[in-house]
């Protein structure tokens, strides 16, 4: 089983940063990516984030530019690092694994952090 909790959530004003971090642990064989993802009361959940185990990486349009995602060399913890933050960011941010497309992992289940809540005011 891969347990996932994110942390780093909070308030602050226009223009500031932060940082959030997700830890996977257990049994993380199968997992090959971490993802961001953050949801507004009401709307879909959008994607935001992800990083490969290979270090690739790719950002939605409405970040590019201003946040960046990292993972440490064991590649059990993914950061986002959210600067120039905007009122519309405002969001609950959700971690979720991506697994690997072999044979042994065929049975593995994507899983989902708990979420952190950012606010960002004007």
């Known amino acids: 089983q891969v347990n996932v909790v994110e942390a780093g959530g909070g308030s602050v004003q226009a223009g500031e940063s932060l940082i959030l971090s997700c830890t996977a642990s257990?049994?993380?064989?199968?997992?090959?990516?971490m993802n961001w993802y953050r949801q507004v009361p009401g709307k879909d959940r959008e994607f935001v984030s992800g990083?490969?185990?290979?270090?690739?990486?790719k950002y939605s349009d409405s970040v590019q530019g201003r946040f960046t995602i990292d993972q440490n060399d064991a590649k059990d913890t993914v950061y986002l690092m959210m600067n120039s933050l905007k009122p519309e960011d405002t969001a609950t941010y959700y971690c979720?694994?991506?697994?690997?497309?072999?044979?042994?992992?065929?049975?593995?289940?994507?899983?989902w952090g708990q979420g952190t809540l950012v606010t960002v005011s004007s």
């Open positions: 979720k694994t991506s697994t690997r497309s072999s044979l042994y992992c065929r049975n593995a289940v994507e899983t």
């Open positions: 257990g049994t993380t064989y199968c997992v090959n990516g």
């Open positions: 990083i490969g185990n290979d270090g690739d990486k």
